[in-house]
């Protein structure tokens, strides 16, 4: 039998690379925990109509790319394609809203779409995202804005571009619908897409293809058709974008693959990625609550994508500093030294000294090679002579430098070498 290997469309994170995915994911969801978002985790999976009334029946999201499973019992789930909707879900549940708010979350975790994998588009991956419910207030767009700028910057990330626009709300994007549907309609499009005209035709915008793309051109853009109301609004988010010193491009074309936006809508997207450059996205929500039996509930948030972030700072060569190797490597000779190597080691890390152990019963040469290309700075050597004097030797594995360190001094030791 072959040996089995992951699903299409999903890989493993083995170190040494896991290091940096983990860094990535802390790295975008730091700015959060200094704006007050609290942690929030919902399950895998939710009951699939949760996501075909929230995310929308009609998107590629739910129609094409949702895993969706029945219980025995008969009840319809699906693993979580994303995950605003199941947050709201859990912040109404959990009464969150009938306490003071905005209610601030932030969550990280798996996601999973049916799509068809190519680099940078996976049928599992990781995001980290923010939503702040229960506020319409430009400020608090802004805010969101400005932390996933400052998260990607934070990475050493630069080559990205933030792209903002208003889709406007339930009075005026109505009309503009109408207005894109009429003008939709007069052109040369196969089945498929006239059909998307009547139950989504912002989705006809995002069409890839050149013969539609070139039609498109004159198409009627929503920037045109927002009422005064969401125009105050937009101008008031991208004031306060800009004062915070953080440049974006207005795209009047900029529509999402999710059904419940509603005003600002964003896109972070980095040139070095090919066709899957979206690295982050999101945008308000002012009605998506009802859509799934909750009150009124103004929201906005936003999710990025943490698998495309790493490939972005591939690209751009951006070393993290991931110190994630223990320091320390010991090193025992014999039995007893083993057994007293080993206590070392345990209060060592007990006091927070990262520190590793030749496991294995290796002699001196192999285990100093195991010591070495663990990336240890210090191996800590005991042979039976030592052992017997209270001494352990400290060898400094770049110079090769070795000096005795009394056993019950090791931390002190170690501190002044390894920090
Ligand atoms: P989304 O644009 O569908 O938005 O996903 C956000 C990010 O997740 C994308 O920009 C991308 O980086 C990453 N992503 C999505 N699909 C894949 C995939 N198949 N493979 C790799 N990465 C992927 C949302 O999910 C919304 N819930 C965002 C939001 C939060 N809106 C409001 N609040």
């Avoid at 069409?207 to 937009?234: I, M």
């Avoid at 103004?298 to 790493?310: E, H, I, M, N, Q």
Wanted: aromatic share 8%.
């Amino acid at each position: 039998m072959n040996a089995f290997s992951a699903p299409k469309g999903t890989y493993d994170l083995l170190p040494p690379n896991s290091a940096e995915f983990l860094a990535v994911r802390e790295a975008l969801a730091a700015p959060l925990l200094r704006a007050g978002y609290g942690y929030v985790e919902t399950p895998g999976f939710e009951h699939a109509e949760l996501f075909a009334r929230g995310v929308g029946e009609s998107t590629d999201i739910v129609s094409k790319e949702m895993y969706t499973l029945s219980t025995r019992g008969g009840t319809e789930l699906a693993l979580r394609p994303e995950g605003t909707a199941s947050v709201l879900r859990a912040a109404l549940q959990g009464s969150l809203h009938r306490g003071a708010l905005p209610v601030k979350l932030w969550y990280s975790g798996s996601y999973y779409r049916y799509e068809r994998p190519q680099a940078g588009r996976y049928r599992h991956f990781s995001q980290v995202g923010a939503e702040a419910l229960g506020a319409e207030d430009p400020a608090l767009d802004a805010e969101l804005l400005i932390l996933a700028d400052d998260a990607y910057r934070s990475l050493g990330l630069r080559g990205f571009r933030l792209l903002l626009n208003s889709l406007g709300d339930r009075e005026c994007r109505p009309v503009y619908r109408a207005a894109l549907q009429d003008f939709l309609r007069q052109l040369d499009l196969d089945e498929d897409t006239r059909h998307r005209i009547d139950i989504n035709p912002l989705r006809v915008l995002d069409d890839k293809r050149e013969s539609v793309r070139e039609q498109l051109a004159g198409a009627p853009l929503v920037g045109d058709y927002l009422c005064e109301s969401c125009k105050t609004y937009h101008e008031q988010v991208r004031e306060l974008v800009r004062a915070a010193g953080v440049t974006f491009e207005d795209d009047p074309r900029l529509v999402r693959g999710l059904d419940y936006y509603t005003r600002t809508t964003f896109e972070f997207v980095h040139d070095g990625l090919g066709s899957q450059s979206a690295i982050g996205g999101g945008g308000r929500y002012d009605g998506l609550s009802e859509m799934i039996g909750g009150p009124a509930l103004p929201s906005v948030g936003w999710a990025l994508g943490v698998d495309r972030t790493v490939l972005a700072l591939r690209k751009e060569d951006v070393e993290l500093d991931l110190s994630t190797t223990p320091r320390v490597f010991a090193v025992p000779l014999g039995d007893e030294a083993r057994r007293v190597l080993f206590g070392v080691v345990t209060a060592l890390r007990r006091e927070g000294i990262a520190a590793d152990f030749a496991y294995g019963g290796k002699g001196l040469k192999n285990a100093m090679k195991s010591a070495n290309r663990s990336g240890a700075a210090v191996a800590l050597v005991l042979g039976e002579r030592d052992l017997a004097e209270g001494l352990v030797q400290l060898k400094d594995l770049a110079t090769g430098e070795q000096s005795p360190v009394p056993l019950d001094r090791v931390a002190t030791a170690l501190r002044g070498k390894v920090g």
